[in-house]
C-alpha cells in the first residue's frame, strides 16, 4: 500500500485526527439524512407534496453511500473479511434497495435498515474518547455478564414460584387459567408495570402480590450494585487499558500489544 493510499485507509477507517474525525461526520450527517428523508417520505401527504425533492435526495445519497462502499472495499487488505462482516453486510444493504427499487416495486422503503449503520457511530466516533464513560461503561457490563446471568436466573426461579402459587390461590376465576399466565403475572408485578389485565381477588393472592411488589423494588437495584461493583474496580488506574483499531477493517478494542487485527489478520501499524 503506497503512502497516499496508506493515509487515505487511515481518514476512512480511523479517527484520531482532524480529517478522519470530518469524513466520520459527514458520513454520520449522510445516515441521519437518508434517514429522515425515508421517514418523512413514508408519509402520504409528504410524499405527494415533496415526492421529487426526497427521491433526489435518496438518489444523491445512494451514490454516495455506494462510493464509500466501494472505497472502503478498495482500501481494504482483507477484501472479503470486509465485504462479509457485519458492517460490510450492513453497507451493502443501506443501497442495494435503491437499487432494487428500479426493477421492483416498493422496495426503497427497505432502506430504513439504513438505521442499523447508525451502530457505527461508537466505532466511528470513539465514544468512549468524547464520553469518557461510554467505553468504560461497556467493559464494566461485559465484566459483570456471568454475575447479571446468576441474578436473572435467580428472577426466573422467583417468577416461576410465584406465578405457579398464584395460579394455586387465585386460578381461572380471576384469570389465573394457567401457570405460564401466572408467570406473566408474576413478570409485570416484580419489574413494578402493573398492566392490570390480571389482578388477584382473594386477600391471600393480594397479600402475595404485595410481597412481590415490594420485591422488585429490591430486585430493580441488584443489577445496578453489580455493575457499579465492576466499575469501581475498573476506576483504579492498573485497570485503564488503552486500545488500537485496525486500518483495514476498523476493528476497534485490539490490544496494544497485537500485531495483526483479531478481525481480518491485518497487519496493524
Keep these: ?55 433526489s435526495l435518496e438518489l444523491i445519497f445512494t451514490f454516495l453511500f455506494t462510493l464509500e462502499y466501494i472505497l472502503r472495499i478498495w482500501l481494504s487488505t482483507r477484501k472479503k473479511k470486509y465485504i462479509f462482516s457485519f458492517f460490510g453486510i450492513i453497507d451493502l444493504l443501506a443501497i442495494l434497495p435503491v437499487y432494487l427499487s428500479f426493477f421492483l416495486v416498493n422496495t426503497h422503503f427497505l432502506i430504513v435498515v439504513r438505521a442499523f449503520r447508525l451502530l ?6 470513539k465514544l468512549g474518547r468524547y464520553l ?17 446471568q446468576l441474578f436473572l436466573f435467580a428472577v426466573l426461579t422467583i417468577v416461576l414460584t410465584m406465578g405457579t402459587l ?21 413478570i409485570v408485578t416484580l419489574t413494578t ?14 397479600f402475595v402480590a404485595s410481597l412481590i411488589m415490594l420485591l422488585g423494588y429490591a430486585i430493580i437495584a441488584v443489577p445496578t450494585g453489580i455493575v457499579s461493583s465492576e466499575m469501581a474496580k475498573r476506576r483504579s488506574p492498573e485497570h485503564h ?29
Excluded at 457505527?120 to 466516533?125: A, D, F, M, S
Design 1 to 55: 500500500m503506497n503512502l497516499s493510499k496508506k493515509r487515505l485507509a487511515h481518514i476512512v477507517f480511523e479517527s484520531n485526527d482532524f480529517a478522519s474525525k470530518t469524513f466520520d461526520l459527514i458520513i454520520l450527517v449522510m445516515i441521519c439524512g437518508s434517514v429522515l428523508v425515508e421517514v418523512l417520505d413514508s408519509v402520504s401527504e409528504l410524499h405527494v407534496r415533496y415526492n421529487i425533492l426526497f427521491y
Design 120 to 125: 457505527r457511530i461508537i466505532r466511528i466516533l
Design 132 to 148: 469518557s464513560e461510554a467505553d468504560f461503561l461497556l467493559s464494566s457490563v461485559k465484566a459483570s455478564v456471568t454475575k447479571i
Design 166 to 186: 398464584m395460579y394455586m390461590i387465585e386460578g381461572p376465576e380471576s384469570g389465573f387459567t394457567s401457570i405460564p399466565r401466572g408467570m406473566y403475572w408474576a
Design 193 to 206: 408495570v402493573g398492566y392490570g389485565d390480571i389482578a388477584p381477588s382473594t386477600p391471600f393472592g393480594q
Design 241 to 269: 487499558v488503552s486500545t488500537r483499531t485496525c486500518t483495514h477493517c476498523g476493528k476497534d478494542g485490539l490490544d496494544p500489544s497485537d500485531h495483526y487485527c483479531r478481525e481480518c489478520g491485518g497487519p496493524l501499524d
